[in-house]
């Protein structure tokens, strides 16, 4: 019994205490001896989250969603288990569930929006107008892929955002990089230090403002043919030399190498070379194809048909699965592309054959190829001028989203979708924001296409 009643006391005592500190330690977190800390770093939380955001949208834009649409471009070909599914557009609404909850989390929306604030508040101009450059991209290029998006109300109280109309998230993108190009001519305050794409160079974070700008315009050319002009005039301040390309960026180390090296580590039979590529690159005798393949286990180039399980095809060449690969986002070759597309609708084919040449001449230079090998473009005008331009683009921007929303506009090439088919125009909400938020339609209630694919003829 002795030995009870002590332990009782003890335990008393110890309540006690604890009781006592509970009580008095919201005084004590907020004296403001406490919270005054000359050692406490100013700018740790921008650059985290700063991190975050790249590391998060690097994955996004050269991961699954590149898998997906590089798949429907037949530029790659799905061919065992959940890549084959895709190739025969068989898929549910959890297939891009993580890459959808990316737009907002783990790098997305809410941590852009912080460093926003806390940029503006500190005067950090640079910073600021990288971080609206990396909103702007990160919806756009969202809602390219979704259309409408909860956007206006996911950063706020609301527990369950509206979705905003795909137009609405366009314009306000635009106004971003307008604001960005901005902050970013004011310039000063503290810039990031860890800015893996442009090491915070101002000029060629608002060369990459305007080509998104001219991009984003393009997404909305099939509606508003004024989207062209608009473009035109973008472009002409973007992305001015290879060396200015918006690229990701790996290491050889394991935890930071490229997401697709990562794939194909863990996965490696499930996505070869697509057939329709591999033929194109062969007919046209393009040194892109030993770039991007590798040959097959007889030493030929060969690709998988769309929708067909034919694992012997050609694999990713190995400057592609390499852990350090730098994968392109935007480009000069794109700039010039957009820039040969827009003066061909505005009737000015001898500078759209300028403009397709020094695309070209950039690929040639990037891939360390022959002058002049991809060829010299000469006397073309109407639809073979156009077509040479969008094969050209369709063939440069290899595994990139954006050929996905230049075939949605032009439906160049023409590629013959999987036996009984039909290639997919977006993409479907992810079932975990659906079921957080019920404003996500189910998937039988959702849009065959995106406002700003109507199905209007090139």
């Known amino acids: 019994m002795k030995t009870i009643t002590k332990t009782n006391k003890f335990l008393f005592a110890v309540l006690f205490l604890s009781l006592l500190i509970f009580t008095n330690c919201s005084d004590f977190l907020n004296d403001p001896a406490v919270q005054n800390d000359p050692n406490r770093a100013t700018t740790v939380s921008a650059d985290l989250l700063f991190n975050s955001i790249q590391v ?37 609404e959890n297939e891009w569930t993580g890459q959808m909850s990316g737009t907002y989390t783990g790098g997305g929306l809410i941590d852009i929006r912080r460093i926003i ?29 979704w259309g409408d998006l909860p956007y206006s109300e996911a950063v706020s109280d609301v527990k369950t955002p509206k979705l905003d109309g795909q137009k609405s998230i366009y314009d306000a993108a ?86 697709i090296y990562q794939f194909w580590r863990s996965r490696d039979s499930y996505i070869r070379s697509g057939k329709y590529l591999v033929d194109l690159l062969k007919t046209r005798t393009d040194g892109r194809l030993s770039k991007y393949f590798a040959v097959d286990k007889n030493g030929q180039f060969t690709g998988a048909p ?39 609708k505005a009737g000015d084919a001898a500078t759209a054959l300028a403009k397709l040449n020094a695309a070209r001449r ?6 360390s190829l022959a002058a002049n090998s991809l060829g010299v473009a000469a006397g073309l005008t109407g639809t073979a001028l156009i077509s040479a331009i969008m094969e050209e683009k369709y063939i440069s921007l290899f595994f990139n989203i954006e050929s996905y929303n230049d075939w949605k506009r032009t439906n160049l090439p023409s590629i013959t979708p999987f036996t009984g088919g039909a290639i997919p125009r977006r993409l479907l909400y992810g079932d975990g924001e659906r079921n957080a938020n019920p404003n996500i339609p189910s998937p039988s209630a959702q849009p065959a296409r995106n406002a700003n694919d109507p199905g209007n003829n090139y």
């Open 56 to 92: 998060n949208q690097f994955f996004r834009y050269e991961g699954h969603l590149a898998q997906t649409t590089a798949v429907w471009m037949q530029q790659m070909g799905g061919v065992d288990r959940q890549s084959l599914g895709l190739a025969q557009y068989i898929f549910t």
């Open 117 to 145: 604030a806390e940029a503006d508040a500190k005067g950090w101009k640079t910073y600021a107008g990288i971080a609206r450059f990396w909103e702007a991209f990160v919806m756009g290029t969202s809602a390219s892929l």
């Open 174 to 259: 635009q106004a971003l990089l307008d604001k960005a190009i901005a902050d970013l001519t004011t310039g000063g305050g503290y810039n990031p230090p860890n800015d893996w794409v442009y090491a915070a160079n101002k000029t060629k974070w608002i060369q990459a403002c305007y080509s998104l700008k001219a991009r984003f315009y393009m997404h909305w050319a099939e509606v508003d043919a004024a989207n062209y002009t608009k473009a035109l005039t973008a472009i002409q301040s973007g992305i001015s030399a290879n060396a200015n390309d918006f690229r990701t960026k790996h290491t050889t180390t394991e935890s930071e190498s490229n997401s």
């Open 306 to 344: 769309s929708g067909v399980a034919l694992t012997d095809a050609s694999n990713l060449s190995t400057t592609f699965l390499a852990k350090d690969l730098s994968f392109d986002i935007m480009t000069f070759t794109e700039a010039n592309l957009i820039w040969a597309e827009c003066a061909y």
């Open 362 to 367: 950039a690929q040639e230079s990037k891939w």
